[in-house]
């Protein structure tokens, strides 16, 4: 069984900036890509930025220039970097991570979602 699990959604004023941490946790061999994704009501999930654990990176075109993925291979962890958010950027964001688990099959994980808004 592998855990997902987000940290740092909340409440900031246009212009500002968050970090949100996603942690994986369980029966982890080795976690091919982690992401972020969001969905704000009446939309479908997008998603919003990927790496892989080779470090290569994706972005939504509507985040480059703003949002910094990075993750910590040995600590099965991820976060973003949100600058200049805007109030289209509210959403809750997700946190999926793609595992090699130690039963050697590749699963999908995600966690339970953090509410970020942006508004004044």
């Known amino acids: 069984q592998v855990q997902v699990v987000e940290s740092g959604g909340g409440l900031v004023q246009p212009g500002g ?3 949100l941490s996603c ?3 369980g029966s982890i061999l080795s976690i091919i890509t982690m992401g972020w994704y969001r ?3 009446g ?3 997008e998603l919003v930025a990927s790496i892989t654990n080779g470090g290569s990176t994706n972005y939504a075109d509507s985040v480059k220039g703003r949002f910094a993925i990075s993750r910590d291979n040995a600590k099965n962890s991820m976060t973003l970097e ?3 958010l805007k109030p289209e950027d509210t959403a809750v964001y997700y946190c999926n991570a ?3 688990t130690t039963g050697e099959a590749i699963r ?3 966690g339970q979602g ?3 808004t942006v508004s004044s």
Do not use: E, H
Request: glycine share 0%.
């Open 17 to 19: 900036s968050l970090r």
């Open 23 to 25: 942690a994986a946790s």
């Open 39 to 41: 969905q704000a009501p």
């Open 43 to 45: 939309n479908q999930r």
């Open 82 to 84: 949100m600058n200049s």
């Open 98 to 100: 793609v595992v090699f």
């Open 108 to 110: 999908d994980y995600w």
């Open 114 to 116: 953090t509410q970020v």
